[in-house]
C-alpha cells in the first residue's frame, strides 16, 4: 500500500472484516443484483439480459403501481404520524416523571410486546378489530356506536393502528434517549429567564428532543413501507401495499425482473423523500433562524414549506399532461434531489442534528 | 398520589401496547372454535392437540435448529464488530458500521426478495440454511447494539493496565474483556435466538419446502378452524420469548452491576 | 546520578502529521521522583505511554536499565503503571486486583497472599481485601492501583494524572503519601501532571514540556527561582513581566528604574535591547508608612486586593507602569491587610529580577 494504513487501522478493519465481509456477501451483493434484475426482462422463464428501461417504465406509469406506491407512503406517513405523536408523551412521562429506578422497567415493559411473535401480534389486531371483535362489542355495549364499525378492518385504518402499535418501540425509545439527555438545569434556566412551563417544552425541550424525533420518524417511516404482513392480514384490498406487489411479482407472476424493479423504485422512492424532507427542514430551519425564529421565523419557515409542498403537489397532479407520467415522476425526483443535495453542500448542518 | 393526565395515558398505551398479548391466552384457552367473544369455557385442548401434529413438530425442530445457529453466528459476527467499533479507529468507519447496521431499518421484504434473487440465480436451493443465512443478517445489527453496549462501558486502560501487569493481549481479552462482556454475550445470544425464532418475512421468502414455526404458523391462518390451535401455540411462543427476554434481561443487568454501573435502559 | 536507569535519546513520535513528540532526550535516575510536567496537549501523557510500552515511538531510543525497549511490549518491562482512570478490574475484588499480576509469578498460593496483604497494608488498605473494587472510593481506588503496580517490584513505576480524579484535601494528602512511599519502596516514580504545586511539592526534578518539547530539565528550586524562559516563568506559578530595556551591562526596568545587569539573573547569559524582566510577586514588598524604605523603592496606587487567609495578593498600579504589579505579602500579625485606591510603597531587589529577552 502506497500510503499505509496504521497499525490501529489495520487492526480495528481486520476485526471488523468478518461481519464486513458477510454484510458485503449477503447484503451488498444481493441489493447490487436486484437493481441489476431491474434492467432485465422476464421472458416466460427465461431472463431477457438486455439492458431495458423497460420495467422502470412500467412501474412509473402503471396507474396500479403508482397507486400502491403512493398509498405506501400515505400509510407509512400515517403511521409514522401517529407512532411519533402517540409516543412522545410516553417518552416524555418516562423521562420526567418516572423515578429513575422505575425507568428500566417501564422501557422493559415497552419492548416485551416487540420481541414477541410479530405474526401472532398482527394477526390478534384482525381479533380484535373484528366486525364481532373486542372493540365493537365493548362500543356497542357502552352504546356508543348504533351499529359494529366497518371502517376499522380491512382497509387502510386498520394497517395503520396495526403498524402503529408494531412500531411503537421504535418510536418511543429514540425520543426516550434524546429526552433523557436534555440536561435538566437547561429547564430551569428557561424557567429562571421568565418562562412559563408551556413555552419552556416548545422553546427548550421540544428543540433539543427533535433529533431524537427524527431518528423515531426514520426508523419508523422506512421499515413500514415495506410492510407485507400486515396489509396482507388487515389489509383487505383497500390495504394493498408496494411490499405485497413485489411478492406476487416474484412469486405468483414470477416475473422476478419486475419485482426488482419496484423493490429498487420503492427504495429510491423513500430514499428520495427522506432526503427531501429532512434537508429541506435544515432548510426551513435556516430560513426561520436568519429572520431571528420567534412568529416571524416560523411563519417563513411555513410560507418556504408550503412553497416547496406546493411545486411538488401541483407537479404530481397537473405535470402529466405536459410530461406524461413518467416524466413528471421524473423531473420530480430531479426537482426532490436538485434541491437536497443543494441545501446538503451550501448550507452546513444545523440544528436537531440534521 | 395526584392523578397525572400524562400517567393516565401511559397506563392506556401500555393497555393497547399489550392487548394482543393479552387476548392470546384468552382464546388459546377458550372452549370454543370461533375466535370471538363472547367465551366458551375454559379447555386445554388446543395444547393437546399441539402434541398431534407432526408438521408441527417438523417446524418446530427447523426454528430450533435456525435460531440456535443464528444466535451463535450473529453474536460471533457482532462480537468482532462491536469490539471493532468501540477500540478501534479506521478508515470509513462510521461508513461500514451503518451499512452493517442497514438491515435494522431496511424493509425486510427488501432484504428478502434480494436474497432469494441472488439464491435463485446462483441455483442454490432455499432451506434451513439460507434461513440461517438471512437470520444472521438480520440479527447481526441487533447483536452489535448489545454488545457494543457492554463494550463501551469497558474502560480502555483496564485492557492496558492488565498488560501492564504482564499478561499478553490474548491474556489481558480473556482475563479481563471477556469476563466482563459475558453478560452482554448472553443477552445478544438471547435475543438473536428470539429474533429468528419470531422471524417471518425472510423465513417464508427463503424457507423452500422446510418451513418454521411462523411459517406453518402463517399456512394455518388460512383455515378458520386451526386458529384455535395457532392460539394456543402463539401463547406458548409469547410466554418462552417472554421468558427469554427475562433472562436476557437479567444477564444485562449483571452485566451493568459488575462493573458498577448504573442501568441505563433496555436493549436498543 | 549514575548509570541512569531510563535514557531517552532524540525520541520523536508522530501521528500522522502531527508531531507529538519532538527529540525528547533526557536521563532519569535510580529511585528519582521525576515529573513531567505541561498543558493538556504537550506531549506528556505520550512520552510515559512510550516509557511503559504502549505507544510505539517513531524514532530514538528509551533505554530502561541499559537496554534498547524498542519492540518491547509493556508485560515485559521493568514498568507498571497507575493509570489516570486507575483502571480497576471491576470484576475481581480488591485482593484479585491486587494480585492480577502475579498470575505468572510462579508463587505458591500462601505466599501470594503474604505478598498481597502486604502490599494493601503498605497503601493503608490492609482492612479492605474482601471488598468488591467498583464498591470503593476514589482515594481507596487509587490506592488498589498502587498496591497492585507495586507487587510487581518494578523498577519504575509510571504515574499518569494519579491525583487528577481527587477532591482539593484528598489531593494535598495524597501527595505527602506518595512521596513517602516513593522514599519507603525507593524506586524511580515518573510522574505526569499538568499541575505545577503538585510537581513543585513532590518532585526531584521536573521536565517542563510544551509542544512535544522539554522546555526545561531541573529540580524544582531552580525551575522556580530561575525559569529557562519566559513561557516556563509564567507556566510555573506567577510572575510579573515589566517591560525593560538592556544595554552595556545595565537595564532599564519600566516603573522601577536602573540596575546593574550582573546582579539579575539572565538564563541566555546576555542580553540586550528590548526585553521583559520577571518578578515573582513574593519578592516585592509592600512598605507600610513609615517603615524605612531602601533606595530600591516605586511608589503606587493599589487597584486589587485579593485575600487569601495566610497571604494577601495586592495588584499595585506603579507609576510610568501599563499594567499594574501583582504582589504577595504573608499576612502577620499587625500588619493591616490595605484596601483599594490607598497609596502604597513597593520595595523590589534586582536580585530576584530573571530578564528574558523579547
Not at chain 1, 430551519?285 to 403537489?313: C, F, K, Q, T, Y
Not at chain 2, 400517567?7 to 384468552?26: K, R, T, W
Not at chain 3, 515529573?35 to 528509551?62: D, M, N, W, Y
Not at chain 3, 524511580?188 to 510537581?199: G, K
Request: proline letters at 5%.
Amino acid at each position: 500500500m502506497a500510503q499505509g494504513l496504521s497499525r490501529e487501522a489495520k487492526q480495528g478493519l481486520t476485526i471488523v472484516s468478518p461481519a464486513l465481509i458477510f454484510a458485503l456477501l449477503l447484503l451488498a451483493v444481493p441489493l447490487l443484483t436486484i437493481i441489476l434484475f431491474s434492467f432485465w426482462t422476464q421472458n416466460f422463464l427465461t431472463i431477457d439480459r438486455t439492458f431495458t428501461l423497460e420495467n422502470y417504465s412500467e412501474a412509473l406509469t402503471d396507474p396500479l403501481y403508482r397507486a400502491l406506491m403512493m398509498r405506501s407512503l400515505r400509510i407509512s406517513a400515517s403511521v409514522t404520524a401517529v407512532t411519533v405523536v402517540t409516543a412522545f408523551p410516553i417518552a416524555y412521562f418516562i423521562s420526567f416523571y418516572v423515578r429513575p429506578e422505575k425507568k428500566a422497567l417501564w422501557l422493559f415493559l415497552i419492548t416485551i410486546p416487540f420481541w414477541t411473535s410479530y405474526l401472532i401480534r398482527i394477526f390478534l389486531w384482525r381479533v380484535i378489530l373484528a366486525y364481532d371483535g373486542p372493540v365493537n362489542g365493548t362500543l356497542l355495549e357502552l352504546g356508543i356506536i348504533e351499529e359494529p364499525l366497518s371502517w376499522i378492518l380491512y382497509n387502510a385504518n386498520a394497517v395503520v393502528i396495526t403498524l402503529a402499535h408494531a412500531f411503537a418501540p421504535f418510536a418511543i425509545l429514540p425520543i426516550f434517549v434524546s429526552l433523557e439527555k436534555i440536561d435538566r438545569s437547561l429547564l430551569e434556566a428557561a424557567k429562571d429567564l421568565g418562562e412559563g412551563a408551556v413555552m419552556t417544552f416548545f422553546r427548550v425541550t421540544l428543540p433539543l428532543a427533535m433529533p431524537g424525533v427524527l431518528a423515531a420518524v426514520l426508523i419508523v417511516f422506512i421499515p413500514t413501507v415495506g410492510d407485507y404482513v400486515t396489509p396482507r392480514l388487515v389489509g383487505g384490498s383497500g390495504g394493498t401495499m408496494i411490499a405485497n406487489m413485489i411478492y406476487v411479482q416474484i412469486f405468483d407472476l414470477s416475473n422476478r425482473p419486475m419485482g426488482a424493479t419496484l423493490a429498487v423504485v420503492a427504495m429510491l422512492t423513500v430514499t428520495i423523500t427522506l432526503a427531501w424532507a429532512i434537508l429541506h427542514m435544515r432548510f426551513w430551519v435556516h430560513l426561520s433562524d436568519r429572520v431571528g425564529g420567534g412568529v416571524a421565523g416560523l411563519a417563513l419557515a411555513g410560507v418556504a414549506a408550503a412553497v416547496d409542498i406546493g411545486i411538488l403537489w401541483w407537479l404530481f397532479n397537473k405535470g402529466d399532461a405536459w410530461f406524461g407520467p413518467a416524466g413528471t415522476l421524473g423531473i420530480m425526483a430531479a426537482i426532490m434531489v436538485f434541491g437536497a443535495v443543494s441545501i446538503a453542500v451550501l448550507l452546513p448542518k444545523g440544528r436537531w442534528g440534521i | 398520589m395526584r392523578v397525572r393526565p400524562l400517567g393516565v395515558f401511559a397506563v392506556l398505551y401500555l393497555m393497547f401496547l399489550y392487548a394482543p398479548i393479552i387476548l392470546l391466552p384468552i382464546f388459546a384457552f377458550n372452549d370454543g372454535t370461533v375466535i370471538a367473544f363472547p367465551l366458551r369455557g375454559f379447555t386445554t385442548g388446543w395444547f393437546a392437540e399441539l402434541t398431534q401434529i407432526p408438521a408441527l413438530h417438523e417446524a418446530t425442530l427447523n426454528s430450533l435448529i435456525i435460531a440456535c445457529s443464528v444466535a451463535v453466528l450473529a453474536t460471533c459476527l457482532g462480537l468482532f464488530a462491536a469490539r471493532a467499533a468501540t477500540r478501534y479507529k479506521f478508515p470509513l468507519k462510521g461508513g461500514i458500521m451503518g451499512f452493517i447496521m442497514l438491515p435494522l431499518v431496511l424493509p425486510e421484504v427488501i432484504v428478502a426478495i434480494s436474497l432469494l434473487v441472488v439464491l435463485m440465480q446462483l441455483g442454490i436451493e432455499t432451506s434451513i440454511f439460507t434461513i440461517i443465512l438471512g437470520h444472521t443478517l438480520l440479527c447481526m445489527p441487533f447483536a452489535i447494539a448489545i454488545l457494543q453496549g457492554s463494550f463501551s462501558g469497558l474502560d480502555q486502560s483496564l485492557e492496558e493496565a492488565a498488560v501492564d501487569l504482564g499478561e499478553t493481549r490474548a491474556g489481558a481479552f480473556r482475563l479481563v474483556i471477556l469476563p466482563l462482556v459475558t453478560p452482554g454475550i448472553i443477552a445478544s445470544l438471547l435475543i438473536c435466538f428470539i429474533i429468528s425464532l419470531d422471524e417471518f418475512i425472510i423465513a417464508f421468502f427463503l424457507s423452500g419446502n422446510e418451513p418454521t414455526l411462523p411459517v406453518y404458523l402463517w399456512g394455518q391462518l388460512r383455515f378458520p378452524a386451526r386458529l384455535p390451535v395457532v392460539m394456543a401455540l402463539g401463547t406458548i411462543l409469547v410466554g418462552l420469548s417472554i421468558v427469554l427476554l427475562i433472562v436476557a434481561d437479567v444477564f444485562r443487568r449483571r452485566g451493568l452491576r459488575k462493573m458498577g454501573q448504573q442501568d441505563a435502559g433496555g436493549f436498543l | 546520578m549514575s548509570e541512569p536507569l531510563i535514557a531517552m535519546r532524540d525520541v520523536n513520535k508522530y501521528y500522522g502529521e502531527y508531531h507529538a513528540l519532538r527529540g525528547i532526550t533526557a536521563e532519569i535516575g535510580a529511585g528519582e521522583f521525576f515529573s513531567l510536567l505541561g498543558p493538556s496537549g504537550c506531549g506528556k501523557t505520550t512520552l510515559l505511554r512510550a516509557i511503559a510500552g504502549f505507544e510505539e515511538i517513531s524514532s530514538g531510543v528509551i533505554s530502561l536499565l541499559g537496554k534498547d525497549m524498542a519492540g518491547v511490549p509493556p508485560n515485559q518491562r521493568p514498568t507498571n503503571m497507575v493509570f489516570q482512570s486507575y483502571a480497576i478490574f471491576p470484576h475481581l475484588s480488591v485482593k484479585q486486583n491486587v494480585g492480577f499480576g502475579l498470575r505468572k509469578s510462579g508463587m505458591g498460593v500462601a505466599e501470594k497472599t503474604r505478598a498481597i496483604g502486604e502490599a494493601l497494608e503498605m497503601v493503608g488498605l490492609g482492612h479492605l481485601g474482601g471488598r468488591a473494587a467498583h464498591a470503593l472510593s476514589g482515594g481507596q481506588r487509587q490506592r488498589v492501583a498502587l498496591a497492585r503496580a507495586l507487587i510487581l517490584k518494578p523498577k519504575v513505576l509510571l504515574l499518569d494524572e494519579p491525583l487528577s480524579a481527587l477532591d482539593r484535601k484528598m489531593r494535598e494528602d495524597m501527595q505527602v503519601e506518595l512521596m513517602k512511599l516513593q522514599r519507603e519502596v525507593g524506586i524511580t516514580f515518573v510522574l505526569v501532571t499538568h499541575d505545577q504545586e503538585e510537581a513543585l511539592v513532590m518532585s526531584d526534578r521536573i521536565a517542563v514540556m510544551f509542544e512535544g518539547e522539554i522546555a526545561q530539565l531541573a529540580d524544582p528550586e531552580v525551575l522556580y527561582r530561575r525559569p529557562a524562559t519566559k513561557r516556563v516563568a509564567d507556566f510555573i506559578g506567577v510572575m510579573n513581566f515589566l517591560p525593560g530595556q538592556a544595554a552595556d551591562g545595565t537595564l532599564e526596568v519600566a516603573g522601577l528604574g536602573q540596575v546593574d545587569l550582573d546582579g539579575t539573573f539572565v538564563p541566555d547569559g546576555s542580553v540586550s535591547g528590548a526585553c521583559s524582566v520577571g518578578l515573582r510577586p513574593e519578592t516585592l514588598t509592600l512598605l507600610a508608612d513609615g517603615e524605612a524604605g531602601s533606595a530600591r523603592e516605586a511608589s503606587g496606587v493599589i487597584d486589587e486586593v485579593v485575600y487569601y487567609g495566610d497571604m494577601t495578593y495586592y495588584d499595585v498600579r506603579l507609576e510610568g507602569l501599563p499594567e499594574p504589579v501583582r504582589l504577595s505579602m504573608r499576612n502577620i500579625v499587625g500588619r493591616d491587610v490595605l484596601d483599594v485606591g490607598a497609596p502604597a510603597r513597593v520595595a523590589w531587589d534586582p536580585r530576584a529580577m530573571v530578564v528574558f529577552p523579547d
